[in-house]
């Protein structure tokens, strides 16, 4: 399994990005996407998740800004981030659940996309 995000860059406050996770070479079935975050000197947390229900979760600090949606067909997983602040500035990873078999799960990441958010 890998998983390629992409779509990070420099925007303006006020400004917005969509990211975008693909899931290649995945032969399982997806439980649910998530989307994290780390800033410089700080822990890594979780900015959004789906699951596949298409029930969402948010962090407090993102909530009416950004939103995920998945494309099933595609295993594909998506963050709109609108009205950024600088203080959303940090490389982003997503993750996949996977159920690798019954009662197993496995969670991949990818490689982080970074979003600078310059005020």
């Known amino acids: 399994v890998q998983l390629q995000a992409s779509g990070g860059g420099l925007v303006q406050a006020g400004g917005s990005l969509r990211l975008s996770c693909v899931a290649s070479?995945?032969?399982?079935?997806?439980?649910?996407f998530g989307w994290y975050r780390q800033a410089p000197g700080k822990q890594r947390e979780l900015v959004a998740s789906?699951?596949?229900?298409?029930?969402?979760n948010y962090a407090d600090s993102v909530k009416g800004r950004f939103s995920i949606a998945r494309d099933n067909a595609k295993d594909t997983v998506y963050l709109q981030m609108i009205d950024l602040k600088a203080e959303d500035t940090a490389v982003y990873y997503c993750?996949?659940?996977?159920?690798?078999?019954?009662?197993?799960?496995?969670?991949?990441w990818g490689q982080g996309t970074l979003v600078t958010v310059s005020s």
């Open positions: 070479k995945n032969p399982f079935n997806i439980a649910a």
């Open positions: 789906i699951n596949s229900n298409g029930g969402t």
């Open positions: 993750n996949v659940d996977l159920h690798l078999r019954i009662g197993v799960r496995g969670v991949y």
